[in-house]
C-alpha cells in the first residue's frame, strides 16, 4: 500500500525567514497531494493542492511543487509569520484514500 | 465543499465501556472515513464507510472493536468498543467532496479512558 514520508518532524524559524517540508510517497498511481495545516485543538485545513499533471503551484506565500519520477513532493512558505505556526500534513491520494504523512510542527518564532 | 458535524467534542469515559461517535454532513457524500490522531501524531485511517455495505478496515482495526453505522448518504458513526486507556485519542471523520476531491474534518472527538 501507499507509504508517506515526511520531513522534518520538527521545524523552527525566524519570522520572515522560508520554512520547508518534504514528503516522499510510494505509490506511483497517486495523483493528488494536498497538504493541510491542523491548529492546536482544531481540525485539518486544507491550505493548497497539487495535481500529478503539475509540477508547481503557488498561492501568496505557499508554493508546492512535485517530482512524479523521484515521487515527491514539497510545501515551501515564504516570508514566514507567526500564524504560520502549527502542524503540516502532506497526504497521498489515490481512488477516494488519502494516506497522511507523519506531520511536522512548525515554530514561527518572532 | 462539505459542512461536518461531528459530536461529543471529547469525552472520558471507563475502560470497558463503549462511546459512539457521530458525523453528520451537509451534503450526500459516497464515503465517509474515520480516522485517529494520537497526540502529536499523524491521522491514521480506520475504516471507509459507505452506505448500504459494511466499512472497509485498515490494518490493524476490527470491525468488533470498531463497529460502524452509515444508515445514509449524510451520516455515520463510530463506536469505540470495550474501550482501554491505550484507545484515548482524537477520533476524526471525514468526506471527500467537490471536484478537487480535498477532505473534509469534522471538528474532532477527543476521548479519554481512565
Known amino acids: 500500500g501507499e507509504n508517506v514520508e515526511q520531513h522534518p518532524s520538527t521545524l523552527s524559524v525566524q519570522e520572515g525567514d522560508s520554512a520547508v517540508i518534504k514528503c516522499t510517497y510510494s505509490?506511483?498511481?497517486?495523483?493528488?497531494f494536498p497538504w493541510y495545516k491542523q491548529e492546536l485543538g482544531k481540525r485539518p485545513q486544507l491550505i493548497i493542492d497539487i495535481r500529478s499533471n503539475v509540477g508547481e503551484k503557488k498561492d501568496q506565500r505557499i508554493a508546492v511543487t512535485l517530482n512524479k519520477t523521484a515521487k515527491h513532493f514539497s510545501l515551501h512558505i515564504t516570508e514566514t509569520q507567526p500564524e504560520d505556526s502549527a502542524v503540516y500534513f502532506c497526504?497521498?491520494?489515490?481512488?477516494?484514500?488519502?494516506?497522511f504523512g507523519t506531520g511536522t510542527r512548525l515554530k514561527v518564532l518572532a | 465543499s462539505a459542512v461536518i458535524s461531528q459530536k461529543p467534542s471529547r469525552d472520558i469515559c471507563q475502560r470497558g465501556t463503549s462511546l459512539t461517535i457521530q458525523c453528520q454532513v451537509d451534503s450526500q457524500v459516497t464515503m465517509m472515513f474515520w480516522y485517529r490522531q494520537q497526540p502529536g501524531q499523524s491521522l491514521t485511517l480506520i475504516a471507509t464507510a459507505n452506505q448500504g455495505s459494511e466499512a472497509t478496515y485498515e490494518s490493524g482495526f476490527v470491525i468488533d472493536k470498531f463497529p460502524i453505522s452509515r444508515p445514509n448518504l449524510t451520516f455515520s458513526t463510530l463506536t469505540v468498543s470495550n474501550m482501554s486507556p491505550e484507545d484515548s485519542s482524537i477520533y476524526l471523520c471525514?468526506?471527500?467532496?467537490?471536484?478537487?476531491?480535498?477532505?473534509?474534518f469534522g471538528q474532532g472527538t477527543r476521548l479519554t479512558v481512565v
Open positions: 471525514s468526506v471527500v467532496a467537490g471536484e478537487n476531491t480535498e477532505a473534509f
Open positions: 505509490d506511483s498511481a497517486s495523483n493528488y
Open positions: 497526504a497521498a491520494f489515490k481512488t477516494y484514500k488519502y494516506i
